[in-house]
């Protein structure tokens, strides 16, 4: 059984950094693919940045709304996938939700959510002056 805990949200100023961060424990996850969703309140759940795994290479992936701003990378000696989100907007408010599956992952499933087994928590982040 694989547990995924978020960390890293807080608050920010607009044009401020931070970096999130997601810990896998209960097996290692070198050949997961994995992401980030995040959901505002009153919004459905939207797709963010993944990794996405394929035949021992990995391909990364990121929404519109975040390319150029945001990074996702991957620790496997550390069991932790990053999502470093930087020039933040308000519109960036959300909860952040990191998800795997095991194995391979076709491109257009990527971005749908009920692709994925396992998910955290969730962790706050709240972009304001």
């Known amino acids: 059984q694989v547990q995924l805990e978020e960390s890293g949200g807080g608050q920010v100023q607009p044009g401020g950094s931070l970096r999130l961060s997601c810990t896998a424990s209960?097996?290692?996850?070198?050949?997961?693919?994995m992401g980030w969703f995040r959901q505002a309140p009153g919004k459905e759940r939207e797709a963010v940045a993944f990794?996405?795994?394929?035949?021992?290479?990995?391909?990364?992936h990121y929404s519109d709304s975040v390319k150029g701003r945001f990074t996702v990378s991957r620790d496997s000696a550390k069991n932790t996938m990053y999502l470093q989100m930087t020039r933040l907007k308000p519109e960036d408010t959300a909860d952040y939700y990191c998800?795997?599956?095991?194995?391979?992952?076709?491109?257009?499933?990527?971005?749908?959510?009920?692709?994925?087994?396992?998910w955290g928590q969730g962790t706050l982040v709240t972009v304001s002056s």
């Open positions: 990794i996405r795994y394929s035949g021992g290479n990995k391909a990364y």
């Open positions: 998800a795997a599956r095991a194995g391979r992952i076709i491109l257009s499933a990527v971005w749908d959510p009920s692709s994925y087994s396992y």
């Open positions: 209960g097996r290692a996850f070198t050949d997961y693919s």
